[in-house]
């Protein structure tokens, strides 16, 4: 019997959020087939850099530019899928920054998403599929608040 094939595959993605209104608002997109909202968030291809990936996966599934504000985390699992037809483990490495959002509309999103919308922080909090991604969010709103003026 030979011994399971593991792979590693690293992506990057970030919490792009503007204020609006007084409001906090991120980015999120609903991606199939389960219907689930998350994270924008996709492979680091060869010799690009993570916030590289991070920026251009922000872009091409929500539809903003934004530019990085800094690391939120670096978060690590393993899981099992099925790969050329052989069960594979696979170790992925997902590094999450803070971005803040510059331009373009969450209509222009790519078809690889359902839809990208603008939600109110706590919301996105509450629709995230992952508890891992609340998680994030949740650092991400610690940031932003800790950066935000005084009123």
Not at 40 to 69: M, S, Y
């Amino acid at each position: 019997m030979s011994a399971m094939p593991t792979v590693t595959q690293i992506s990057a993605g970030g919490v792009a959020y503007r204020q609006e209104g007084g409001k906090v608002e991120v980015a999120l997109i609903l991606v199939g087939p389960r219907d689930r909202w998350q994270l924008p968030k996709g492979a680091v291809d060869k010799d690009e850099k993570e916030e590289d990936a991070a920026l251009r996966e922000v872009r091409e599934e929500t539809g903003l530019n934004a530019e990085l504000v800094r690391l939120i985390e670096r978060i690590e699992y393993w899981f099992y899928a099925s790969r050329a037809g052989q069960r594979t483990r696979f170790h992925k490495y997902v590094i999450f920054y803070l971005m803040q959002y510059l331009s373009g509309q969450v209509s222009d999103h790519d078809d690889e998403v359902i839809e990208a919308r603008w939600v109110e922080i706590d919301q996105a909090i509450e629709m995230l599929a992952y508890e891992s991604e609340k998680g994030i969010v949740r650092k991400a709103k610690a940031l932003i608040t800790a950066a935000l003026p005084e009123e």
